[in-house]
Nanobody, 124 residues
Framework: QVQLVESGGGLVQAGGSLRLSCAAS????????MGWFRQAPGKEREFVAA????????YYADSVKGRFTISRDNAKNTVYLQMNSLKPEDTAVYYC?????????????????WGQGTQVTVSS
């Protein structure tokens, strides 16, 4: 089992940057593929990015490709989401999630563990 705690959200102007962090408990972090999802008011939770257990494989939603970068540091049990060129439509609560094993999934139902979320607000 793993517990996840996100941080780094906040209010930023359009075009700005934020870096989200997700700290995981436990000694088995490297056995989980990790994902970032977001949920805006009145909308379903959507996939943003995912990273393989080793960090060598990264995957992005088309809406963030070229602007966001997911990475992980297995020695620090932490996954990051660097968000650049932010747009008002990026405003949402951002969640990190963990799924055991080597597969990458794009739907929330495949992720067993979730953080509490961190709010990102982009003003125009």
């Amino acid at each position: 089992q793993v517990q996840l705690v996100e941080s780094g959200g906040g209010l930023v102007q359009a075009g700005g940057s934020l870096r989200l962090s997700c700290a995981a408990s436990g000694r088995t972090f490297s056995t989980y593929a990790m994902g970032w999802f977001r949920q805006a008011p009145g909308k379903e939770r959507e996939f943003v990015a995912a990273i393989s257990r080793s960090g060598q494989g990264t995957y992005y939603a088309d809406s963030v490709k070229g602007r966001f970068t997911i990475s992980r540091d297995n020695a620090k049990n932490t996954v990051y989401l660097q968000m650049n060129s932010l747009k008002p439509e990026d405003t949402a609560v951002y969640y990190c999630a963990a799924t055991p094993g080597g597969n990458i999934y794009y739907t929330p139902t495949w992720y067993a563990y979730w953080g509490q979320g961190t709010q990102v607000t982009v003003s125009s």
